[in-house]
């Protein structure tokens, strides 16, 4: 089975960090990926990570740890266009390498 | 048009019709999916296909229906409607090997 937990909301303020953590437990871990949601919307990529440490990409950054089973984003200098949800996904292999998603966690951003 | 469009973006049907969702990609992509979205449990998906001809049930494949003749073209069809399939349902396209899906707009299915 696969379980992938995230806060389910977040408040934070305009200029200010926020980090999603998303914890996960998977048989055959082959990446995750964090997906940005405006309400109404498609789901767009934001990042990957399949090895330990960070990647950074801009005000966006995502971390993984695949031992404590363990990623989060951070999100820096907020911009009230952040406010979205922002859903965590597992790939693994074990499920025919498909990408199964957390339930997602609504952050607004606040002046 | 570039992309993946999904077809229609707002359906209301009774219970008991069949109903098919269209799905389009102009990439030429390998890889396509059907997801739904729900409240409280995100995005779980329906079913899978790796190329034409071929596809695969994914988490929550009862009731739905699906075929891929054309590489393009990944059609969703509920044979027989029921209320606990109203949802936003999403088609995504990838290539073999990418890192990320590319969603369509999705479809908002309402069942009566």
Redesign the interface.
């Known amino acids: 089975g696969q379980n992938?937990d995230q806060p389910t909301e977040m408040t934070a303020t305009e200029g200010a960090i926020v980090q999603i953590n998303c914890t996960y437990q998977t048989s055959g871990f082959n990446?995750l990926?964090w997906?940005q949601q405006h309400a109404g919307?498609?789901?767009?990529?934001l990042s990957?990570n399949v090895l330990d440490g960070l990647e950074e990409k801009g005000r966006f950054s995502s971390f993984l740890s695949r031992s404590k089973g363990y990623s989060y984003l951070l999100l820096k200098e907020l911009q009230m266009k952040d406010s979205a949800s922002y859903?965590c996904?597992v790939r693994d292999l074990t499920n025919?390498n498909?990408?199964?998603?957390?339930?997602?966690t609504r952050l607004t951003v606040k002046p | 048009d570039a992309g993946i469009t999904q077809s229609p973006r707002y359906k209301i049907t009774e219970t008991g019709r069949q109903v098919t969702l269209m799905c389009h990609q102009t990439w030429s992509h390998s890889y396509m999916f059907w997801y739904r979205q729900d409240l409280g449990h995100g995005l779980r998906l329906i079913y899978y296909s790796a190329a034409a001809d071929i596809t695969d049930k994914g988490e929550v494949p009862d009731g739905y229906v699906v075929s891929r003749s054309k590489t393009e073209n990944f059609p969703l069809t509920l044979e027989s409607a029921t209320r606990s399939q109203t949802s936003v349902y999403f088609c995504a396209s990838s290539e073999e090997g990418a890192y990320g899906y590319t969603f369509g707009s999705g479809t908002r299915l309402t069942v009566v």
């Open positions: 992938i990446g990926f997906y919307e498609a789901p767009t990529f990957y859903l996904a025919n498909d990408m199964r998603f957390g339930a997602g």
